[in-house]
């Protein structure tokens, strides 16, 4: 009877280990394919948003909307924003999630370089900065005013950058506190350098119109001008062949009046 209960017994720890290994490889499979569904849902809006960008080449707040869009939903933010330099301040130009005042507020709000805001510290650092809890932080300042104090508690800035230069911001918040995971700073990370594809292609096009422009003025004054001066010559011209033809006149009855006294 014992030797049955302790075979029993090695079953028994047997199945349990079985049935403990089983578990552990369903879960691993359930991670496996949680990341491949995410890999692949990051792929398809990366490809989504470079559709958008190459059929709104010219219309930049198309592309900054989807992409501040995009970012927040596969990344899980509550909220997302961009902000772009223009004398020396970073301006509201894009945003995702946020109420019709709060953008309204963030319009009237440039940032400046400094401390108080993910948007001045990733600037100043040129890279990507993480606020896990604004709370927590005595740097950070959001003001009552933006009403947004009470709802936002962690944060993502991430740098558009044009040869080294920060151009503009991409920020992401969450409402609790909870890190971006590396893989999703790396996403965001990708969207803002799409940004910076789709701002670039605008200021050049934008060059390219205005050098356009400017050749077409050239022309107008070039014509306006070959047409004053054919006109300024002409008048004195005129007036060389009418004395030419009047002389010539002159001659002939100077010549026959000669004959006829001859």
């Not at 933010?77 to 004398?87: G, P």
Request: a negative charge; hydrophobic letters at 40%; one cysteine or more.
């Amino acid at each position: 009877g014992d030797e049955l209960e302790v075979l029993a017994d090695q079953f028994n720890d047997m199945a349990g280990r079985l049935q403990g290994s089983y578990a552990g490889w369903g879960q691993k499979e359930d991670l496996r394919t949680r990341e491949l569904s995410e890999s692949l849902e990051q792929q398809t809006a990366t490809a989504d948003v470079l559709k958008v960008i190459s059929r709104s080449t010219f219309d930049l707040q198309v592309v900054l909307n989807t992409l501040v869009e995009s970012a927040a939903r596969l990344c899980r933010a509550d909220k997302a924003a961009i902000r772009l330099v223009k004398d020396g301040s970073y301006h509201h130009v894009a945003s995702y999630g946020f109420t019709p005042e709060h953008e309204e507020y963030m319009k009237h709000r440039s940032l400046t370089p400094d401390r108080g805001s993910v948007v001045g510290r990733v600037v100043l650092e040129g890279k990507a900065v993480q606020i896990e809890d604004i709370k927590a932080d005595p740097e950070f300042r959001l003001t009552m005013g933006s009403g947004l104090a009470d709802e936002v508690r962690t944060i993502l800035g991430v740098p558009m950058l044009r040869n080294g230069v920060p151009i503009g911001v991409l920020v992401l918040t969450r409402n609790d506190v909870q890190s971006f995971t590396d893989k999703q700073i790396e996403l965001v990370t990708t969207f803002a350098d799409q940004a910076v594809i789709a701002v670039e292609n605008v200021r050049l096009f934008d060059e390219i119109q205005d050098k356009s422009r400017q050749l077409e003025i050239a022309s107008q004054h070039k014509s306006q001008f070959l047409a004053s001066m054919s006109h300024e010559l002409r008048t004195p011209l005129n007036a060389i062949i009418g004395l030419t033809e009047m002389m010539v006149t002159n001659v002939a009855r100077f010549g026959t009046e000669k004959a006829q006294e001859a």
